[in-house]
T-cell receptor, first 111, second 110 residues
């Protein structure tokens, strides 16, 4: 099993550009999560999903969108990137809400 | 006040020392996680516990539900233990969501 994979590993965006961060898991987990981690700060939940077709907002959803059309994939879309979205983004998945497996992260810089 | 608070924020130790990292939380919880984030950024789950004590190798995690407090201990610390250690809780009313502490940066010098 590859576990939780994220692409890309690094990305630099200009203000106003859009991009999609990809997250895929091959463990048949129902629950998937997107977090952001700002320097020196704890992880903050952006969006989460409890199964295909179901998504819900976390603590910091503004400026992001998600979809969950399959169990395996949970892409995070940034529209109109802003410098405040410079962060490291982690995707995680779990079979139940507890015991989350984390992906390796995507480091995003918005200039 | 954060729902999950860790102490200390930074900790430097000499190889071989016994390490303790503390986590206090202010809500009722169903489970608590200890996570390790390596210098390269990867996050690994160390323990999930809802009562008592768990041990894995040189790592020990304890939780006191009544006092809303958990500790992570590292015995015979080693430079490879240098990482950020993160406490996270599942609140009883938070559904599927974890609330994270800000992490403790541990540096173990040879």
């Amino acid at each position: 099993n590859a576990g939780v994979t994220q692409t890309p590993k690094f990305r630099i965006l200009k203000i106003g550009q859009s991009m999609t961060l990809q997250c895929t898991q091959d463990m048949n987990h129902n629950y998937m999560y997107w977090y952001r981690q700002d320097p020196g700060m704890g992880l903050k939940l952006i969006y989460y999903s409890v199964g295909a077709g179901i998504t819900d907002k976390g603590e910091v959803p503004n400026g992001y969108n998600v979809s969950r059309s399959t169990t395996e994939d949970f892409p995070l879309r940034l529209e109109l990137a802003a410098p405040s979205q410079t962060s490291v983004y982690f995707c995680a998945s779990s079979f139940t809400p507890t015991g989350q497996f984390f992906g390796p992260g995507t480091r995003l810089t918005v200039l | 006040k954060n729902e999950v608070e860790q102490s200390p924020q930074n900790l430097t130790a000499q190889e071989g020392e016994f390490i303790t990292i503390n986590c206090s939380y202010s809500v009722g919880i169903s489970a608590l996680h200890w996570l390790q984030q390596h210098p390269g950024g990867g996050i690994v789950s160390l323990f999930m516990l809802s009562s008592g004590k768990k041990k894995h190798g040189r790592l020990i995690a304890t939780i006191n539900i009544q006092e809303k407090h958990s500790s992570l201990h590292i015995t015979a610390s080693h430079p490879r233990d240098s990482a950020v250690y993160i406490c996270a809780v599942f609140g009883e009313t938070s559904g599927s969501r974890l609330t994270f502490g800000e992490g403790t940066q541990l540096t173990v010098n040879p």
